[in-house]
């Protein structure tokens, strides 16, 4: 009877002991407001609905910002779980869930007062046109990007922590005549800077693409964090909770 009574206790305590927490790390450059600063209020509303999803299934984030090339190459070794505002083509090799995090438009940052109309890739001759290091844009964009990256007459790369900062200042500086980023992230950081009398977003034609909270190929847990993203995202979806988020960053939902 006691040999029972254990063997009963033992498989209770079992069955009622929560799954192991894990932590989940995510990297990238600030890309606010998908993903901002991890110490303010803010964290940017991926980061928001990442804790969301995954506290609820026991798990913690810890997220931090790194520069976006450092972010892919430590992703990818495993070093760290996720990168958060990655698209396909950043990063074919990652898992990535269903369900994207947001959608990216490419749009111009011209100097106050100027004009540019994008039309094609042609809009771009005798242009300077500042991007981020090992950023992805648009198909059409990346081609040229890659084309003419030593080319400093064509295409200036930035890199590190504030890349789209350093290249709104080569704006104004008149060094570059054009700073291609997404249009959320370049409204948010021209506010931020208190650069409206300086700056100004134009957009163009260029294709919307969808950016993902992107999991690491050297995690063996990356599909199981991949499908509980997109159950959770879908469930935030429907109860209002993704809405509640996306409002406190002025935004609605991309869908």
């Given at each position: ?173 008149k060094r570059v ?8 992230v370049l409204q ?32 063996p847990k990356s ?33």
């Amino acid at each position: 009877m006691k040999k029972s009574y254990l063997l009963a206790l033992i498989a209770l305590t079992f069955v009622s002991a929560p799954a192991r927490a894990d932590t989940i790390s995510i990297r990238a450059d600030i890309w606010c407001p998908y993903n901002c600063d991890p110490k303010g209020d803010k964290p940017g509303y991926a980061i928001e609905i990442a804790k969301e999803i995954f506290g609820k299934a026991g798990h913690q984030i810890d997220y931090q910002q790194l520069n976006w090339a450092r972010a892919l190459e430590q992703v990818r070794t495993g070093a760290f779980t996720a990168a958060v505002g990655a698209a396909k083509t950043d990063a074919p090799d990652f898992v990535f869930p269903a369900a994207e995090v947001g959608m990216s438009s490419n749009v111009f940052a011209i100097r106050k007062g100027e004009s540019f109309d994008y039309k094609d890739l042609s809009s771009l001759d005798g242009k300077v046109m500042a991007v981020v290091n090992d950023y992805t844009y648009a198909d059409e964009v990346n081609d040229y990007i890659t084309k003419n990256i030593k080319d400093p007459k064509k295409i200036q790369a930035a890199s590190g922590d504030s890349a789209l900062v350093t290249n709104l200042n080569k704006l104004v500086a008149k060094r570059v005549d054009l700073v291609l980023e997404d249009q959320n992230v370049l409204q948010n950081t021209i506010n931020e800077q208190k650069m409206e009398d300086k700056a100004s977003v134009v957009v163009g034609t260029l294709p919307v693409t969808q950016v993902y909270l992107a999991f690491s190929p050297a995690n063996p847990k990356s599909k199981e964090y991949a499908e509980l993203f997109d159950k959770g995202l879908a469930e935030m979806r429907s109860n209002g909770k993704l809405a509640a988020i996306l409002a406190k960053y002025n935004l609605k939902d991309w869908h």
